[in-house]
């Protein structure tokens, strides 16, 4: 007999990444926080409205940046971050 307290979804795969999937998720998270969808890792049913308001005001900042674009400071910013995020998935995946 399984275990409930077992992940079913532990071992499947994750979806590819594309701008939509990464929507997708940020909606999804949205949903879980606004209470209108369960918890995928407990089944709960909660409503916590500050984890709603900040999913939603990202969603939101997305949609702004790409209507208006990146400054030159948070181009920089990110290319930076995504260098040094890159560099220690790199150096610690590849033990």
């Known amino acids: 007999m399984a275990d409930c307290k077992e992940n079913p979804m532990k ?4 979806p590819e990444m594309s701008f939509s999937t990464f929507i ?15 918890d995928p890792s407990s089944g ?10 900040h999913t939603i005001d990202v969603l939101g900042m997305l949609q ?3 209507e208006k674009g990146l400054d030159d400071n948070e181009s920089k910013l990110l290319c930076d971050l995504l ?3 890159r560099m220690s998935y790199v150096n610690k995946a590849g033990k």
């Open 64 to 66: 702004q940046k790409f």
């Open 83 to 85: 260098y040094s995020l």
């Open 11 to 14: 071992d499947m795969p994750l």
């Open 24 to 38: 997708y998720s940020l909606s999804s998270s949205a949903m879980v926080a606004l209470g209108e969808a369960p």
């Open 44 to 53: 709960k049913i909660e409503f916590q409205p500050h984890l709603a308001k």
